[in-house]
């Protein structure tokens, strides 16, 4: 009988190895995403987009030494940046299909997707180079830059040991709502951002309808974000996790608007506030998207448990 539950144990243990080895991974990859993010908004800000004329080397060089100062750094150091979590997300790929009796059954193609959405993402990084940064394939690849961030959050999450209460309701529903219009609000930005809307705005152009698109777009994802911190707080039941992911989303959104405000008032001369504006934006949806795959997961979870009693009190 010990010898039973010893093997068992060793067992569990054993297949819990690459579980957790690709939950590590995958938390390292989205932080150095969200990194990535932020260089790569420095780099537009900072009129770096065309330092390197051409791609993928810049100037014809693995490091151009010779033309080194901050907008080639900048450029360089995001096209870097992008190839070794590229290097990551084949290397994340590669260990769920190679582990993928140890795992779950969504996870290699969960990693596959992210391998797609990496390799799309080279492709818009390049043509935003060749095609002079383009408005449209400079917002397509900030939205696909989410789209895999987001991914990987899911996938880290739903990795993530946990053991809900039973107690989130519609949470799931309301969270993911406030994170599809957090998503949609940055791609907003992102089209600020490329086709100079707020400088144009100032002028009097037509792009301020681009730019009132974007204030106006605060409204719905602010209201739904706080409508998720307003239920978590009066849900007593609701698991400490998410109670402190719901402050980290209030405090989050509290923030962008300040970040927002200010970037409006200084007339964008201030870049290290539109980097933050960017960053900030990114880690609320972040923050939502994890809350919203928890929720899930507590809500799934909490079913599965009813109908498990229900059998047991029927037999």
Same mark, same amino acid.
């Given at each position: 009988m010990?010898?039973s539950?010893?093997?068992?144990?060793?067992?569990t243990q054993e297949?819990?190895?690459?579980?957790?080895?690709i939950r590590?991974?995958v938390w390292k990859?989205?932080?150095a995403?969200?990194?990535?993010?932020?260089?790569?908004? =420095?780099t537009?800000v900072m009129?770096a987009?065309?330092a390197?004329? %051409?791609? /993928?080397l810049?100037y014809?060089?693995?490091?151009?030494?010779?033309?080194?100062? @901050?907008?080639?750094?900048l450029?360089w150091f995001?096209?870097?940046d992008?190839a070794?979590?590229?290097i990551?997300a084949?290397a &994340?790929?590669?260990?769920?299909?190679? %582990?993928?009796?140890s795992l /779950?059954n969504?996870?290699p193609?969960a990693?596959t997707?992210?391998?797609g959405?990496?390799?799309?993402q080279?492709?818009?990084?390049g043509?935003t180079?060749?095609?002079?940064?383009?408005f449209?394939?400079v917002?397509a690849?900030?939205?696909t830059a989410l789209?895999?961030?987001t991914?990987?959050?899911?996938?880290?999450t739903? &990795?993530? /040991?946990? !053991?809900g209460t039973? +107690?989130?309701?519609?949470l799931p529903w309301?969270s993911l709502t +406030?994170a599809?219009?957090?998503y949609?609000?940055s @791609?907003?930005?992102?089209?600020?951002?490329s !086709?100079?809307? @707020?400088?144009?705005?100032?002028?009097v152009?037509?792009l301020?309808?681009?730019?009132?698109?974007?204030?106006?777009?605060v409204? /719905?994802?602010?209201?739904?974000t706080?409508t998720?911190?307003v239920?978590a707080w009066?849900?007593a039941?609701?698991h400490?996790t998410?109670?402190?992911l719901? !402050?980290? =989303?209030? #405090?989050?959104?509290?923030?962008q608007?300040?970040l927002g405000v200010a970037?409006w008032?200084?007339?964008?001369q201030?870049?290290?506030?539109?980097?933050?504006?960017?960053?900030v934006g990114a880690?609320l949806l #972040?923050?939502?998207?994890t809350?919203t795959v928890?929720a899930?997961?507590d809500?799934?979870e909490?079913?599965a448990l !009813?109908v498990?009693?229900q059998?047991?009190? +029927?037999?």
């Open positions: 010990a010898e539950v010893l093997y068992r144990s060793v067992a297949s819990s190895q690459p579980k957790e080895r590590r991974l990859i989205a932080i995403t969200l990194l990535l993010m932020a260089v790569g908004s =420095a537009r009129n987009g065309l390197c004329p %051409d791609w /993928p810049c014809g060089q693995l490091v151009p030494s010779q033309q080194m100062n @901050l907008q080639v750094f450029e995001h096209r870097l992008a070794l979590i590229g990551s084949i &994340l790929a590669g260990l769920s299909w190679w %582990d993928r009796r /779950p969504w996870l193609w990693s997707f992210a391998l959405l990496i390799v799309f080279g492709v818009l990084g043509l180079v060749t095609e002079l940064l383009r449209d394939i917002t690849h900030l939205g789209l895999f961030f991914t990987l959050l899911v996938i880290g739903a &990795l993530l /040991p946990y !053991k039973g +107690a989130v309701g519609k309301v +406030a599809i219009l957090v949609l609000q @791609l907003l930005g992102g089209l600020v951002a !086709k100079w809307a @707020l400088h144009q705005c100032f002028g152009s037509q301020c309808l681009v730019m009132n698109s974007h204030i106006a777009g409204v /719905p994802a602010t209201l739904a706080l998720v911190v239920i009066r849900t039941a609701l400490p998410l109670r402190q719901a !402050k980290l =989303a209030a #405090g989050l959104v509290v923030l608007i300040l970037t008032r200084l007339h964008l201030v870049e290290p506030l539109t980097v933050a504006h960017q960053a880690a #972040g923050t939502l998207v809350f928890l899930l997961r809500r799934t909490a079913g !009813k498990l009693s059998e047991a009190e +029927a037999t």
